[in-house]
């Protein structure tokens, strides 16, 4: 019995880490919002894709999908290929928030697959919150 209880209690607390952030009241004057980060590495085969390229990119792709608007930072990163070398280079975080009812997961992969064919990139980093917010 003893064992059984440690066990479920074990598992207890090993879900309840696994659990990601749930907000279930936003404080008075915010309201709950969902927030997508979509974070893009610039550096290709071709050398580094430049602010014509982006801007394009943002015309073309993403202000159709976003039209709402949303906010873009300059960043610098690095990551581990396959062969274990480290590719250190500049990027862009493109943050979106928008109504919580909303599903914006249709816009948000035709800017990623829009992004890889463009510029033959592997990948574009997705990440998805629950946020309080006011506008």
Known sequence: ??????LLMSMLIFISACQSKIINDCPDGLTKFSK?????????????ITNEEWSNFLDEIVTPNFPEGMTIHDTYGQWKRP????????????????????????????????????????????????????F
């Open 83 to 134: 062969d274990g070398g480290i590719v250190k280079e500049p990027g862009k975080v493109i943050v979106h928030i928008y109504d919580i009812n909303e599903d914006k997961s249709e816009n948000i992969k035709a800017i990623i697959n829009g992004f890889k064919e463009r510029f033959k990139a592997q990948s574009v980093i997705w990440e998805a919150d629950i946020i309080c917010g006011s």
């Open 1 to 6: 019995m003893r064992k059984i209880f440690i």
């Open 36 to 48: 997508v980060s979509l974070y893009f590495g610039t550096s290709t085969n071709e050398g580094i």
